[in-house]
């Protein structure tokens, strides 16, 4: 009896990562790859005419109609139920992972990716759990007393999602365009955040997206 073929989907905007995976999960006998794509558009297309078990994505994949983060997330879960996601990230923040984990069970660090992957991908096909080591060290400093420190579970899954964008370049109208928002929600949330953080002025926001690992270290701004 031939083995079931797990057919997969890599949504990624860096090619590098993009040609990674498949090459790391093309190796595997149970793994089809059946689509490689850059944005949400060209994933939306894809999973539209292609039948796919799992999709692997990238959580922050600027570009595309349909945004990223947990909103291409969503729409993909309420649009094809039938489609299991791994998450690929090179994401810090404890409070947005753990958010994640409440709908999503298969989370896999870009810094674990060889070793993990695969693993992911038929944990995921099985309606599993699996996170990489990394992740797992994250979401282990999620203790009770952690809770209400700076920067993890004093903001809402929606303020975090805001801050995340609005730190990584884009505007108040592009994130309302982008998450199906009015532009006063948009600037309530993130005013809401700011106070919550009692941050008050703009490059220390974007500090503490750099800290909280909201953004990758290199998007560090100057002083």
Do not use: W
Request: aromatic residues 4%; proline residues 4%.
């Amino acid at each position: 009896m031939n083995p079931v073929l797990i057919r997969v989907a890599i949504a990624d905007d860096h090619p590098a990562i993009l040609f990674g995976v498949k090459h790391e999960l093309a190796s595997r006998q149970s793994i089809s790859i059946d689509g490689l794509v850059r944005n949400s558009t060209e994933l939306i297309e894809l999973l539209d005419r292609t039948p796919i078990d799992v999709l692997v994505c990238d959580y922050a994949m600027p570009g595309g109609s349909y945004g990223d983060g947990m909103a291409l997330l969503t729409l993909v879960q309420q649009r094809y139920p039938h489609v299991r996601i791994v998450v690929l990230t090179m994401m810090e923040n404890v409070a947005i992972l753990s958010a994640l984990m409440t709908g999503i069970q298969c989370i896999v660090s870009k810094s674990d990716l060889t070793n993990h992957l695969s693993l992911a991908v038929h944990a995921a096909f099985a309606n599993g759990r699996y996170v990489s080591p990394t992740i797992e060290k994250i979401l282990r400093t999620l203790e009770p007393t952690h809770k209400d420190a700076p920067g993890n579970a004093q903001l809402t899954s929606r303020e975090l999602e805001v801050i995340r964008l609005y730190v990584s370049g884009m505007t108040i109208n592009e994130i309302a365009a982008r998450l199906s928002r009015s532009k006063k929600t948009i600037s309530t949330q993130k005013s809401s955040a700011m106070r919550k953080l009692n941050i008050h002025r703009e490059v220390d926001l974007f500090y503490y997206g750099v800290e909280t690992g909201l953004i990758p270290s290199v998007m560090r701004p100057a002083r």
